[in-house]
Nanobody, 125 residues
């Protein structure tokens, strides 16, 4: 069983930056791929970014490429999402997720086995 706890969400002005974190339980975090997804109001959950088990492989949605950076610290069992140049359309609940079977970065929501509870990010115009 893996527990994921997000933190760091909040309110920020357009053009600003925010970093959200996800702390994972368990001793095998370094074997997992991790992903960030978001749910905009009234919409389905969508892929944002993913990182492979070693941290050398990353994958981004086109809508955030060049603005968001995913990273991980396996010693701290934590994955981060640094969000720069934020736009009002980035307003959403952000979720982290763990893929525990292959450790490969993936955008497919069904590949992820465990999910956090989400953290709200609001970008004002």
């Amino acid at each position: 069983q893996v527990q994921l706890v997000e933190s760091g969400g909040g309110l920020v002005q357009a053009g600003g930056s925010l970093r959200v974190s996800c702390a994972a339980s368990g001793r095998t975090f370094s074997r997992y791929a991790m992903g960030w997804f978001r749910r905009l109001s009234g919409k389905e959950r969508e892929f944002v970014a993913a990182i492979g088990w070693s941290g050398t492989s990353t994958y981004y949605a086109d809508s955030v490429k060049g603005r968001f950076t995913i990273s991980r610290d396996n010693a701290k069992n934590t994955v981060y999402l640094q969000m720069n140049s934020l736009k009002p359309e980035d307003t959403a609940v952000y979720y982290c997720a763990a893929e525990t079977r292959r450790g490969m970065a993936t955008s497919r929501i069904n590949d992820y086995d465990y999910w956090g509870q989400g953290t709200q990010v609001t970008v004002s115009s």
